[in-house]
């Protein structure tokens, strides 16, 4: 399988939707700045970047970079569930995409607190590496 960028996306969104842990999640659709902690959790998947090296006049390798967000509420503990909410990440998504025969493979794993109002705010970035052959499109 040569995915695009939308394929890669749908793949990752819907091996999250079936994860026991991410599904009490809401997906956005696309990450899209301020989220009210009402909204909480919330998580999002995007494809920011794609590096293209031609390999011949008509084939390219690409690295296409795939990124999980998560955001939720918290207490204490709350690195501890984010640290678990990227366990979830990694699995879900790795084993969704191999299962297609697409090597994507966990690269980065950000976490940030932010505890500066009346409530705990986590999020974790989890980042994907991609990699695939695909053709110059026929236009």
């Known amino acids: 399988m040569s995915p695009d960028r939308t394929t890669a996306r749908a793949l990752a969104r819907a091996a999250l ?3 026991a842990r991410m599904s009490g999640f809401a997906m956005l659709p696309a990450w899209t700045g301020t989220v ?3 909204q909480l959790p919330v998580i999002g998947v995007v494809t920011p970047q794609e590096r293209v090296d031609p390999q011949t006049l ?3 390798q690409c690295a296409l970079r795939l990124q999980v967000v998560a ?3 918290g207490g204490d503990d709350l690195e501890d569930l984010l640290d678990l ?3 979830a990440i990694e699995a879900s998504v790795t084993a969704a995409m191999l299962g297609q025969g697409l090597r994507c493979l966990p690269e980065e794993i950000v976490t940030t607190l932010n505890g500066e109002g009346e409530q705990k705010i ?3 970035l989890v980042t994907f ?3 695939y052959l695909r053709r110059l499109p026929q236009g």
């Open 17 to 19: 939707a079936a994860d």
């Open 36 to 38: 009210m902690a009402e």
């Open 58 to 60: 008509d084939c390219f």
């Open 71 to 73: 955001k939720r509420l």
């Open 85 to 87: 909410d990227a366990a």
């Open 122 to 124: 986590g999020t974790v």
């Open 129 to 131: 590496g991609l990699l």
